[in-house]
């Protein structure tokens, strides 16, 4: 029986006929959550190209295992930098592999990003900026065209916010986004994708989380850009952001109305990241351990904010960044070790994820005509009758 008004809102009923299934007993179980907790998973790639030795084939497998004990969703890297790094030769077939692979685990993609000024492609550099923009455009068509059916979602443009005002180094985006203005290229880059993707789910992401980024939407949106989610990141790896920030935040960008993707979750296990850092990308160490302390800190601190989110009616997927640590920047933020076992911070969501936000298996027994009616998390169930199984969606 479940019971939790903190998230009454993601709780349904559904009543089914199954036939000849009259005054039986009928064993119904969730196989999937609507809600989508997911990840960001890049080695699939060499894996499911088969590059990898046994033994990192194999360590990677467990990974994968656990992945889809807890997760529903990847993001997987379309850096165009990296996923085309020769003009006109993508890297299609093994991101192709990769993302069929984790279909068949179950899990819904997302491709990130579409657009981003940094790890663009070098070769952009070499065109003027008339031509830059043509090939953004036909990029994005190419790319959702070419995954359509396997990856349905999009970051089209990540960290506008600092786009246009970048200045650690040349690249292409920046170029044409202080030519064309923010507004407008952005509004351009989500047409040009709504066209290409037909129902697709867009999103805006970026790290930016002062009142810059919902200015920016703000204007975005009265622009009439198909924005379908605002993705927000959230690094905290100088300290747990706590409940009343992310409240917050979650209050500024819920007056769009629209929904809300935490789409790069981390916290640290291990010593913080010193204050003053304001890119994170600047902290370098030689080496970045996890402690038992840090390990404790960070499961408590996680669970409270997947709970704060998670109550939230408009926040409709969490991914946690880096999978293992020592992924991204080094840092102790992983749910797995370096080994690929399980941190506390991977039980304690496990036990939430799973346990507390998750419908147990119920036996009911079915009416004369058959019919069941079921309350449970939305998602995915199969009901089983006599052996034969009927799947359904609350």
């Known amino acids: 029986m479940i019971s939790s008004s903190k998230f009454a809102h993601r709780i349904g009923t559904k009543t089914i006929e199954l036939k000849n299934c009259g005054e039986k007993k009928v064993a119904v179980k969730q196989i999937r959550h609507k809600f989508l907790f997911g990840c960001s998973e890049f080695s699939t790639l060499p894996f499911a190209s088969g590059e990898m030795d046994t033994e990192t084939a194999a360590a990677a497998e467990k990974r994968y295992g656990h992945m889809a004990r807890l997760f529903n969703s990847v993001t997987l890297p379309f850096y165009w930098g990296r996923y085309e790094p020769e003009q006109g030769k993508p890297d299609y077939e093994r991101m192709m592999a990769a993302a069929k692979y984790l279909k068949k685990q179950g899990m819904t993609l997302k491709g990130h990003p579409l657009c981003w000024h940094t790890s663009c492609a070098p070769w952009l550099l070499d065109m003027d900026n008339t031509k830059i923009y043509e090939t953004q455009l036909a990029r994005i068509k190419r790319d959702i065209v070419a995954f359509k059916g396997v990856i349905d979602m999009w970051d089209v443009i990540n960290e506008a916010v600092i786009m246009p005002l970048f200045n650690r180094y040349d690249n292409a985006m920046t170029r044409i986004c202080k030519e064309r203005g923010r507004i407008k290229l952005i509004r351009d880059l989500f047409n040009e994708a709504r066209a290409a993707s037909g129902s697709a789910t867009l999103l805006i992401n970026d790290f930016e989380t002062s009142e810059a980024y919902d200015i920016l939407v703000e204007g975005l949106l009265e622009a009439g850009v198909p924005i379908d989610v605002i993705g927000i990141q959230s690094h905290m790896h100088q300290g747990y952001w706590g409940a009343e920030k992310t409240h917050e935040i979650l209050e500024r960008f819920s007056r769009f109305g629209l929904p809300l993707h935490f789409t790069e979750a981390t916290l640290i ?26 390990e404790e800190r960070q499961a408590e601190q996680a669970v409270d904010f997947y709970e704060n989110l998670f109550a939230h009616p408009l926040v409709q997927s969490i991914t946690w960044w880096s999978f293992m640590d020592g992924l991204w920047l080094g840092a102790p933020s992983g749910i797995l070790d370096k080994n690929s076992d399980p941190k506390p911070v991977y039980n304690a969501l496990h036990k939430k994820i799973k346990g507390e936000w998750w419908t147990g298996e119920e036996q009911l027994v079915a009416d004369a005509s058959g019919k069941i009616t079921v309350t449970g998390f939305y998602g995915d169930y199969v009901a089983v009758c006599d052996g034969k199984e009927e799947a359904f969606t609350i």
């Open 269 to 294: 296990s291990g010593k913080l990241m010193p204050p003053e850092i304001v890119d994170l990308n600047d902290f370098k160490v030689d080496s970045w351990p996890s402690d038992s302390e840090g």
